[in-house]
């Protein structure tokens, strides 16, 4: 059974830094790409930034472009998120998740989701 624990929101000013872990369990680790997702309260989940299977290839939302950087460490069966430069409009619940696709902006390419973990940012 597949797990995706995310962890390491929290509390940051303005222009502050966070990084977000997400733990796999079950399933092969190198055999999904992976993805973070946000949602901020009342609006529709957005996509953040994607990892390939071999974290060679990234992409990410232009909306992060340049401040956030995803990374993966295959022998921990981890992905992380590095978020730089924090904004308020960053607030919202992150969440990781894994797809089988190469590497992917669709949150419906993907098959499995964390619980989410709570970023806000104080202006």
């Known amino acids: 059974q597949v797990q995706l624990v995310e962890s390491g929101g929290g509390l940051a000013q303005a222009g502050g830094s966070l990084r977000l872990s997400c733990a796999a369990s079950?399933?092969?680790?190198?055999?999904?790409?992976m993805g973070w997702f946000r949602q901020a309260p009342g609006e529709e989940r957005e996509f953040v930034a994607a990892?390939?299977?071999?974290?060679?290839?990234?992409y990410y939302a232009d909306s992060v472009k340049g401040r956030f950087t995803i990374s993966r460490d295959n022998a921990k069966n981890t992905a992380y998120l590095q978020m730089n430069s924090l904004k308020p409009e960053d607030t919202a619940v992150y969440y990781c998740?894994?797809?089988?696709?190469?590497?992917?902006?669709?949150?419906?390419?993907?098959?499995?989701w964390g619980q989410g973990t709570q970023v806000t940012v104080s202006s």
């Open positions: 990892i390939d299977r071999s974290g060679r290839r990234t």
């Open positions: 079950g399933g092969t680790f190198t055999s999904y790409s």
């Open positions: 998740a894994r797809s089988r696709t190469i590497i992917d902006d669709r949150w419906g390419a993907y098959d499995a």
